[in-house]
């Protein structure tokens, strides 16, 4: 008896160790192609700061071996944020056995739209935030200090901001889930907007680099993206516990 319980625990670890070492080859792959381009890839995500820099200033690397290894580190990253359809198709082919025909429906589109946003969102930090708060942080550097940034420093702030936004993008999908599912209602959220607002602007804080224009630049984004998760989600609201139930109603007639 015990062995056979065993066995499903089994069958599950090694379709989950599959699904991991595929989610690794890819990226290893992607990484193998990657890296001999991995000074043009830092040149091209450093390039928003590069280009408010002033005439003939660049930027330092203050460790010996950062000139090699921070391009490196930031391919590495590059490949990871590139194989995040497979990664999410792999989770999705790990978790799609045991949902139910209806969940199955939506679980796919969700996870393609999220890939979307996540990217979207980094979008918008490179395009617009880097831009705007690079350009701040130059103008407002007192006279009597010279801007040099350094290329690992640079590095460590680029990837929190894109890190914040790609998730902060994913609010949407997170409200749709929330309605679908039943925790909560459109109309429940709306008369939250207030609270949500001002939640907005502590997560921009917490998720950004201590100053304003980044905070502002992420909380506005996502309270936006929050009312258009609302709008949205009235059109899944109730349906994935109503499918639950119809399933369960199904399997009670059968038996």
Known sequence: MAVNDTQPLISHLIELRKRL???LITVLIIFAALAYFSNDIYRLVAAPLIDKLPVGSQMSATD???TFFTPIKLTMMVSVFVSIPVILYQIWAFIAPALYKHERRLMLPLL???SFLFYLGMAFAYFVV??????FFVKTTPDSVNFIPDI???????MTLFMAFGAAFEVPIAIILLCWTGVTTPESLRRKRPYILVG???VGMFLTPPDVLSQTLLAVPMYLLFELGVLLSNFYVGKGRKGREEN??????EE
């Open 200 to 202: 907005a602007f502590i």
């Open 130 to 135: 880097f831009p705007l708060a690079f350009g």
């Open 248 to 253: 369960e109603e199904d399997a009670e007639t």
């Open 152 to 158: 690992s420093k640079y590095l460590s702030f680029v």
């Open 64 to 66: 010996v071996a950062s």
């Open 112 to 114: 393609v739209s999220s």
């Open 21 to 23: 070492l595929n989610c």
